[in-house]
Each structure stands twice: as structure tokens, then as C-alpha cells.
């Protein structure tokens, strides 16, 4: 079937390129029967093992490719090995590194034309343009050692793109008409870099959740938004804390400063009109960035369900007696894929693990002492101002004064089309933003310089804890829960990064732009950040949850809504005694949805049902709560559970603004059933919980009628969905799609929309046990970018099947 699928693609594409489509895609010189198709298809051969010396290298260098096209790189210096990981990764993801710099510098519509041109000035009016740019600038003196590195790996890059001729260019070139840069340089790293700074933590509700606020008074919105909540386990646990000399309480936090924030009488809630789709998803309408529906998988920013998994047990939890590490990391999923796999032999290291193009390095890796994994920690890292302009829009009012603005101009090249100017200005905390609601400008830690490439070069040369630790000191962003295991015998877990203090604490909502009173005036210290070194539990997990209990003097965020994963994981974990590799993989794997139980039990006593809903009813009851691909019950829960949240925030405050996470529900349902949340808008009588529930079963119970009560297996329902990184439709060809899937919203194994688009990027298991360490892991897709390699989507039904490939750290040596 591998060797039949270069042909199947090519007659697709063939195909598919006579028909007209929209958008800058040509297909007549893909045609040719010489340099066209049949020559992508031609170069789409596995590369071979090599001994190579490129212009600039010390001393040659062997590249051993192994048969899923893996390069381990055996290097006699850091910088030779920097040189053949650039020289490989552009070979097989070149188009992938220059559409992620284009992304990041809002260079999109030179490429695609002017559909991408929102997407290249989102780019700009966010500043994220301007702070590529400058970080680049401020690369060789910031960080010295790192832009040597930086350097050579875009010398290798450079080696290989000096090779191509027109005919050899990868396949999106030449269907768009286009041409790959002339050389790649260190902004396409810094460019990286800003993007996944973007994707984890560019989280912009800050305007949604001030309107809603301003409509419902902040003692309502106290409750519906808390700050802490007793639904999740942190990931550091009340008596693990020490955040610092003499460690906190709940009670010296109770006595911390609160926000600045705008009042709510100064916001008003805008008329937008409720969308459809969202009326399908709970807790929809939540996604915390939009740029009116952008297609480019690769612009979204941070929304949730880009999060990740990982836990580890120590020697005293582990059938071995050493750690064992997990993780899986929540993002996108597309093809190209996001990851890159390597291993790489230096005097200094011996690491394997994935990177992303244009990285000097690997960023999650394994080496023969030491492991480790990241979760976001979706930490708040974005602040909103509200400011105010004089009438000339020249200056901005400060601290009692007027201060002039900066203003800063630029162009957007936009294919077939004339240039675009463009003008953006800027106060010292960010760039301005003009909305129909007024002027805001954002602050967001990706606007300074970060060492996180710092990081990740002495993670990747750290034999124990201790050499680990240093090394993640100089990590700024995105902020990540890091977890460690080595042969040392230490697991350990500290939320890491530039976490701002606010001026006067808690900064959830638009804040007052007009006085410094609500500046960042510093960052937490590394020490004052959540962690624990081995705990006394004998195991870690973080899910994307809040990272530190009450007691934690330090604001993280608000109304954290990754609470299931964390109580599903700690189940597992707590409910034996000792853990196998297998069965930390197995728990990767795990589809079992927690809120089934919580969100099914108060049918129990609904009375008054119609015969489908008790059908319904009965059905859910016996549900164990898997959401298998061969379940024929979670289609039921999923029409019950999207109903429950259709019935009972039906407010126009909720679709216009942010939704409670529906625990809410549970709580409100819990505490005062006959609540005033629990009254439907549409209707003239006063509802209860009860009411509620019992609307959402009929409402499901509906729906399962009008199927004819047909038991449709999930994996029918549920499907994976892998765009080409460009999203284009005429790409189509390029995509994997249809797949089924299982798993839910906040099961370990996610599945947060439908098609599945964001779920497992890299899973991987490491057992100390040995030395080198045992290890497997896997990502969707595969090494190759070219679509005609049997390589591009190698990994695929392994992924899907919880499978792994085995890793070797002595492949090379």
C-alpha cells in the first residue's frame, strides 16, 4: 500500500490541478512532463546514510539516517553538529521553516496573495512583526554563544538550499508559482521562536471577559469566574509547596493587593451574533483568540486544547526501582508536522528526542542520564490596557502627562496586487490597537528578548538534576510546566518561565492604561515559581491545570479550565502501588471521560421523562464512560453533554462575551438547584436544575429519535483531521483525514473539536531502568515534508493505534 501511494497522490493532484480553484495556486508548470510532478515524485526517495564537510565545518561529520529517515549525527564539535541538523531538517522541511518565518513577519500575502493579507496585519498590529525583528537584532550580544549556533546550523541550511535548482523545489513552491528564500538566516529562528511564544500563550480575552464582567457585576462574575477551584488537583499540592523562604499560605495570600482593573460601568457589551457552532461545543465561545475566522491552521494563537500530559513516577513507584517519565505534548496536528525528530553526538552530549525547524538543538529530549517533558502552563502572559489618545491620535495620557506616541511604518508585499502601507503605533507598553470599543494596547511577554534557546543548550548538556535545574533558570518563554527524571533518582516538576508580577496583583480583564499603578514591575523569582523536587507522593503530573494551589502568593491566571485530565491522571497514578513503562504508556492512551460520572448523576432522580428520554437515561446511566472509537454510548453523552450547556447558558452575555466552564453547572446545581442561571431566557417559567438537566436528556433523546435510536460507533462521529500547514483547500490532497478517534474534551488520550485538530504532537516514555534509558515515542506524520515520500506520513496508524517506535541513543556512536 506504501509503494502504491506516490501514484495515488500524483493522479489526485493531476486531477485535483484541472479544476479551477481559488487562492494563488497554479497548476500549468506542475504539468510538464520533465520538471513537473513526476520529478516531486522522483526526488521523494529516503535520504542515505553520509559522511559530509561543509564549508564552514571544523571536521567532517557522519549523518546516519535510519529507516524512518531519523538523522543521528555524529560530530567531533557543537557547531559541527549545529551545521548537519540545519543541513538536514531544510532538506526534508524546507518549505515548513520559510512559511513559519512567513507567519511570524507578516509576510503571508507575498506568498498566498491577498486572502492572507488579516493574517499579515494581525501580525503587525500585535507587534509580533516588530519583535522578531528586534530580538533578531538583539541576538549576538544577548546571547553570544547561542547566535554561534544559530549560525552555523543556517550555514548547513544554507548548503542545502545553494543545491536546488527550479525543478527540485518542494512541491508548495512550485504549485504556488514562488521560490524558496535566497538564505535562511537567524530571524527565521527568532521567528520560530516567536511563533510557538504565540501558540502557547498569546491568550487575548482579556476585552471578553471585561464585557462580561461589566454585564453581570463582579460579584456575579466572581462566581461564575473564580480564580481557584476545588474541581482540579494542582500540580503542586498544598503541603508540597515552598515558594520561597519560609514557604506561603492561603491566608498570606488572601492579604496580596487585587487588580487595577478597568470597572465594569467603563466596558459595555458589544451586539455580536451567536454562532451556530458554537451552540454545538460546550464551553465554545471560550476560544480565547479570533481574527474573524482564519483559515491558516498555523494563526491561531493559543486556544484550549493546546495544552499537553506528563507524569512521572520515582524508583519507590516505579516495578524497576528508577523513574519513569511520560509526556505528550497538546498542539496542532498537521503535515508537515510541527516536529522533527534527531539525535545528536557531540563531545558535550548525547541527545535524542524532537526540535523544531530552525532550532539549534533538541527541545524535548532524552540523554543517556536524563529525561524531560513539558505541559503549558497557560499562565496569564498578556495584559490589556485600556489608553487614551488626544484628538490629534499623536499622544497617549500617562501618569498625569502626555506622552508622544511612536509611530512605525511598514509594507506588506502582497502577490499580484499592489503593496499594502501600513502604520502602527506604540506606546512603551505595546502597540495600539483601535476597536470600535475604544483604544487598547496589549503588553505580552513575546514582545521582549528571551533566552529559552539558552535553555534548551544546557538542557541538552546536563548529566543530572542539579546541571538540569541551572539550565532551565534561563528559560523565558513560553511558560512550561517542566518535568525531569534521571538516573539520579530525582523526578521533579516546576512551572518555568517569565511569569510578570502586576502592580497591584491580579490583572484578569482590561486594565486601567492611564497610570503606571497597573505596570509589570518585575517577574517572579525562579525560586518563588511552583515546583517540587522529589515528592514524598512518589510521582508527577501536570495536565494543563492550575500549576499551585490557594496558598501560592503569586497571580497565575484565572478560572482554569483544565480540570478532568488532572483528576483522571491522579486516579491512575494513586490506584497501584508501582507503574511499568507500559503502564505509563498505556495511560497516554486512556479515553475515559471523568465528567460522564459527575454530569450523569443527577438524571437519576429527574422525573416526568417522555419514553426516548428515558431510553436516553437508561443508556447514559450504564455508560462506563470511555470514549472509545467503538463506543456506540458516547455519541449519546456527546449530544447530552453539548445540549446540558446549550440549556443552561442561554444568556446573550455568554455568546457574546466568555462562558463559565461547566462545572459550574455541577456547583450551582449542588449548592442552590433553584439558582437564577438555571431559568431559561426563552421561556415565562421560573426552571430549576432540574429543569435543566431534564431539557438537555429530551433534547438528546430528540436527536438520538431522529437517528431511528441507531447505535453509531464514535470512531463514525469523531474523525482525525491533519491539514497541509497551509490549510489551502486546493491542497486538499495533502491532508489525512477521516480517521477515527476517540477520546473527548479532558480525557488523557484529547479530542477537544470535531475533526479532531489539536491533539497527542510527540508521545514518548523513558524508563531509567537501564543505561542508556529505554525509551519509544511517536508523532503523526513523518520526517519528510514532500508528500510523495513514504516518509511525509510514516507514523500515522501507529500514532492512531497507541503505538511506538523504539528509541536508540547508541544508533551512531
Do not use: C
Request: hydrophobic share 40%; charged share 20%.
Amino acid at each position: 500500500m506504501r509503494v502504491l501511494f506516490p501514484a495515488v497522490l500524483l493522479a489526485a493532484l493531476i486531477y485535483g490541478l484541472h479544476i479551477p480553484v481559488s487562492g494563488s495556486f497554479q497548476a500549468g508548470p506542475m504539468l510538464e512532463p520533465v520538471d513537473g510532478l513526476w520529478k516531486t515524485a522522483r526526488l521523494a526517495k529516503p535520504w542515505q546514510s553520509e559522511t559530509i564537510k561543509l564549508d564552514g565545518m571544523q571536521d567532517s561529520v557522519r549523518v546516519e539516517m535510519d529507516e524512518r529517515g531519523v538523522p543521528h549525527i555524529n560530530a567531533s564539535s557543537d557547531l559541527d553538529a549545529m551545521a548537519a541538523l540545519g543541513y538536514t531538517v531544510v532538506r526534508d522541511r524546507l518549505f515548513e521553516v520559510d512559511f513559519i518565518h512567513r507567519v511570524s513577519t507578516g509576510r503571508l500575502s507575498d506568498l498566498l496573495g491577498s486572502a492572507a493579507l488579516r493574517i499579515d496585519r494581525h501580525f503587525h498590529e500585535t507587534g509580533i512583526v516588530d519583535a522578531v525583528r528586534r530580538n533578531t537584532e538583539l541576538l549576538p550580544n544577548r546571547m553570544p554563544r547561542e547566535y554561534e549556533a544559530v549560525l552555523a546550523y543556517m550555514q548547513g541550511a544554507n548548503t542545502w538550499l545553494a543545491t536546488l535548482d527550479p525543478s527540485a523545489y518542494p512541491l508548495e513552491y512550485r504549485l504556488l508559482g514562488a521560490e524558496p528564500p535566497q538564505e535562511l538566516t537567524p530571524e527565521h529562528t527568532m521567528a520560530l521562536y516567536a511563533y510557538m511564544a504565540y501558540d502557547l500563550s498569546f491568550r487575548n480575552s482579556d476585552r471578553r471577559h471585561s464585557q462580561t464582567q461589566a454585564a453581570l457585576g463582579n460579584e456575579v462574575y466572581q462566581q461564575l469566574f473564580p480564580e481557584f477551584s476545588t474541581w482540579e488537583i494542582p500540580i503542586i499540592r498544598e503541603e508540597e509547596g515552598n515558594w520561597g523562604p519560609g514557604g506561603f499560605t492561603a491566608a498570606d495570600r488572601e492579604s496580596a493587593p487585587t487588580s487595577a482593573a478597568v470597572s465594569a460601568s467603563s466596558m459595555s457589551v458589544t451586539d455580536s451574533p451567536r454562532v451556530d457552532h458554537a451552540r454545538t461545543n460546550p464551553e465554545a465561545g471560550q476560544s480565547t483568540y479570533s481574527t474573524e475566522a482564519l483559515s491558516i491552521p498555523m494563526a491561531e494563537g493559543f486556544i484550549e486544547g493546546k495544552g499537553s500530559n506528563n507524569w512521572a513516577v520515582s524508583g519507590s513507584r516505579s516495578v524497576t526501582g528508577m523513574p519513569i517519565l511520560a509526556g505528550d505534548m497538546h498542539l496542532t496536528l498537521s503535515l508537515p508536522a510541527i516536529w522533527y525528530e534527531a539525535h545528536m553526538i557531540t563531545p558535550t552530549t548525547n541527545v535524542y528526542g524532537v526540535t523544531f525547524p530552525a532550532v539549534p538543538g533538541i527541545v524535548e529530549g532524552i540523554t543517556p542520564t536524563i529525561a524531560w517533558a513539558f505541559t503549558n502552563t497557560g499562565s496569564d502572559q498578556l495584559d490589556t490596557y485600556r489608553i487614551q489618545l488626544n484628538a490629534e491620535r499623536t499622544q497617549y495620557f500617562f501618569d498625569g502627562t502626555w506622552r508622544d506616541l511612536e509611530i512605525k511604518t511598514d509594507t506588506i508585499r502582497v502577490k499580484d496586487a499592489d503593496p499594502v502601507p501600513i502604520t502602527i503605533p506604540y506606546t512603551h507598553f505595546g502597540p495600539v490597537q483601535q476597536l470600535d470599543e475604544g483604544d487598547f494596547v496589549i503588553r505580552w511577554v513575546g514582545h521582549e528578548f528571551g533566552t529559552t534557546f539558552a535553555a534548551i543548550w544546557d538542557m541538552n548538556r546536563a548529566t543530572n538534576y542539579e546541571e538540569f535545574e541551572l539550565a532551565t533558570r534561563q528559560w523565558d518563554y513560553p511558560m512550561q510546566n517542566i518535568l525531569y527524571a534521571g538516573r539520579d533518582s530525582v523526578i521533579a516538576i516546576r512551572s518555568t518561565g517569565l511569569l510578570p508580577i502586576r502592580g497591584h496583583g491580579n490583572a484578569h480583564g482590561v486594565l486601567d492604561g492611564t497610570t503606571s499603578d497597573t505596570e509589570w514591575i518585575g517577574r517572579v523569582p525562579f525560586n518563588e515559581l511552583p515546583h517540587v523536587v522529589e515528592p514524598a507522593k512518589g510521582y508527577l503530573a501536570s495536565t494543563n491545570q492550575r500549576p499551585a494551589p490557594e496558598g501560592y502568593p503569586h497571580y497565575l491566571g484565572q478560572d482554569w479550565r483544565a480540570v478532568f485530565r488532572s483528576v483522571r491522571i491522579d486516579e491512575l497514578l494513586s490506584s497501584k502501588q508501582r507503574h511499568s513503562a507500559d503502564d505509563l504508556a498505556l495511560y497516554q492512551s486512556d479515553q475515559k471521560a471523568v465528567q460522564v460520572t459527575h454530569f450523569v448523576a443527577p438524571l437519576d432522580s429527574l422525573e416526568d421523562l417522555s419514553e426516548g428520554a428515558e431510553r436516553m437515561r437508561r443508556r447514559l446511566q450504564a455508560f462506563d464512560g470511555v470514549m472509545s472509537v467503538e463506543s456506540t454510548d458516547a455519541r449519546l453523552f456527546d449530544w447530552y453533554y453539548n445540549a446540558l450547556w446549550r440549556e443552561m447558558w442561554d444568556e446573550d452575555v455568554f455568546w457574546s462575551g466568555v462562558a463559565p466552564k461547566d462545572v459550574r453547572i455541577l456547583e450551582l446545581a449542588q449548592s442552590d438547584p433553584e439558582h437564577v442561571w438555571f431559568d431559561r431566557v426563552d421561556t415565562p417559567e421560573r426552571e430549576t436544575a432540574a429543569d435543566v438537566f431534564r431539557g438537555a436528556l429530551e433534547n438528546a433523546a430528540e436527536q438520538w429519535a431522529d437517528d431511528d435510536y441507531a447505535d453509531v460507533p464514535w470512531g463514525e462521529v469523531q474523525t482525525l483531521q491533519m491539514q497541509h500547514i497551509t490549510g489551502a483547500e486546493p491542497l486538499r490532497a495533502l491532508w489525512r483525514e477521516n480517521m477515527p478517534f476517540g477520546g473527548y474534551r479532558e480525557t488523557l488520550s484529547p479530542s477537544r473539536t470535531n475533526p479532531v485538530r489539536f491533539s497527542a504532537s510527540w508521545r514518548v516514555v523513558v524508563d531509567f531502568a537501564t543505561s542508556p534509558p529505554q525509551a519509544r515515542g511517536i508523532y503523526p506524520g513523518g520526517q519528510s515534508g514532500n508528500p510523495f515520500s513514504t516518509l511525509y506520513d510514516a507514523h500515522i496508524q501507529k500514532f492512531l493505534d497507541f503505538d511506538y517506535y523504539a528509541i536508540d541513543l547508541t544508533t551512531g556512536l
